[in-house]
């Protein structure tokens, strides 16, 4: 294994720097070391399968403590394995995966989107970013039965971005991500505890109901701090799909060839586009876990309690697997049917059984039904720096996409 450190580099060269030290190895194999431990970066289908067979990597005691204190939450489902894991997952799978559950969210968001143009109208410029995240947040929260006033919806999108965008990197970012997680996780906590006590009534079966009252493997009930955690964990990556919305617009302003289709409101184009967005655009860089005992890949031995880092971005632009990888193109995702194990900007497999996010369908519909009505507004793109640098992880256009809007046809 290499005995140089290569935070570094990932540090200056961000998404880039698992593909260019396999490309510079010439296989979907190498071996890095990061953070002081050993690690191998893995790519492709096949590693894809090898990463999410427990067998061969772990997740348990893999999620650093700065990713866990900002993006996950500590005791959340991501650090689970085996029986631990499919138990808890099941919960997520049952309220994310529900076709009417997802039917009920989109009807939501996209009335909250059609709510608020007119007032975007009014304004002289938005930020399509901060505007997507307010309404995502807004409606994930109602959906999942928490109680949220109006006035508090651009705080409560404030702190879910501040957890995203905090949790690769040091400094500034990363203490408001820490400081937006400990101010969320007592304001849940004390809801969960709330609705055990009866104090606080909610909806039958919605995200704050079923994780209060969930029963691990083990038949306890989740502790009130990490049912906050686990609800966190609904509403956190669905305001998320903000990037994705920012990511829309910025692909309709370098392609508005695209914009007429998208705005027909064709649904196999909508999801054509929501499925090149998430491939073409940088969103998690790498996905990861330990090795439990000595392996190999492709050819690189994998020392025992290794980290093991599923290559997404490179595989998302792998040109074994798609043509012209770098051309933003929807219609390849026309009349294709897409591998579990292909396409990864949100991991690969099947989400009941394995680590892949249960809430990919919700963010494939939610962008869908977003960016035709992004399509359909009526906007002047005034001058601003439109630029996204692989090297800051999570990527986001630099202005947020700045917009004039003045209407919706």
């Known amino acids: 294994m290499p005995r140089l450190e290569n935070s570094l580099k990932l540090l200056s060269k961000g998404y880039a720097w698992l593909p260019d030290e396999r490309r510079r190895a010439g296989r979907h194999a190498v071996g890095v070391r990061l953070g002081g431990m050993p690690a191998v970066g893995i790519e492709g289908p096949e590693a894809a399968r090898f990463l999410y067979d427990e067998d061969h990597v772990r997740r348990s005691h893999a999620i650093p ?15 689970l394995d085996g029986e631990m894991h499919r138990v808890r997952k099941a919960m997520f799978v049952a309220l994310l995966m529900r076709e009417d559950g997802i039917a009920s969210l989109v009807e939501r968001t996209t009335a909250a989107w059609d709510a608020a143009v007119p007032a975007w109208s009014r304004r002289s410029e938005i930020v399509l970013f901060d505007e997507a995240s307010r309404v995502l947040a807004g409606s994930v929260a109602r959906w999942a039965g928490v109680p949220v006033r109006d006035g508090e919806v651009p705080e409560l999108a404030r702190d879910m971005v501040a957890m995203v965008d905090g949790f690769a990197t040091g400094g500034p ?13 007592r304001w849940l906590t004390q809801l969960v505890r709330d609705v055990r006590s009866g104090q606080a009534e909610v909806e039958e079966g919605s995200a704050v109901d079923v994780v209060s009252r969930h029963r691990d493997a083990d038949g306890t009930q989740l502790p009130a701090d990490v049912a906050a955690v686990e609800l966190l964990n609904v509403i956190r990556p669905t305001t998320a799909v903000a990037w994705f919305v920012a990511f829309s617009g910025h692909a309709l302003i370098r392609w508005p060839g ?5 705005a027909s409101g064709d649904p196999a184009f909508a999801e054509a586009w929501a499925h090149e967005v998430r491939r073409f655009y940088p969103f998690a860089p790498f996905i990861g876990g330990r090795s439990p005992g000595r392996n190999e890949f492709a ?5 025992e309690n290794a980290m093991v880092l599923l290559d997404l971005y490179g595989q998302n632009h792998d040109p074994e697997l ?4 770098y051309a933003f193109h929807p219609e390849r995702f026309l009349g ?4 579990e194990w292909e396409l990864v900007p949100q991991g690969g497999g099947d989400p009941r059984t394995n680590h892949r996010c249960p809430g990919e369908q919700i963010t494939v519909a939610l962008l869908s039904a977003l960016a035709v009505r ?17 090297h800051r992880i999570p990527a986001k256009p630099r202005s947020g996409v700045v917009l004039r809007v003045r209407g919706a046809t």
């Open 65 to 79: 403590e700065p990713v866990q204190g900002t993006l996950f939450g500590k005791g959340a489902v991501h650090t």
């Open 173 to 185: 970012r990363h203490f408001r991500a820490r400081r937006a997680r400990g101010r969320r996780e």
């Open 258 to 262: 695209n914009r007429e289709k998208l």
């Open 299 to 303: 050819g690189e031995e994998i020392p």
């Open 322 to 325: 798609w043509d012209s990888p």
């Open 336 to 339: 294709r049917e897409i591998g």
């Open 374 to 390: 992004l399509a359909r507004l009526q906007y002047e793109v005034p001058e601003q720096d439109l630029a996204i640098a692989l």
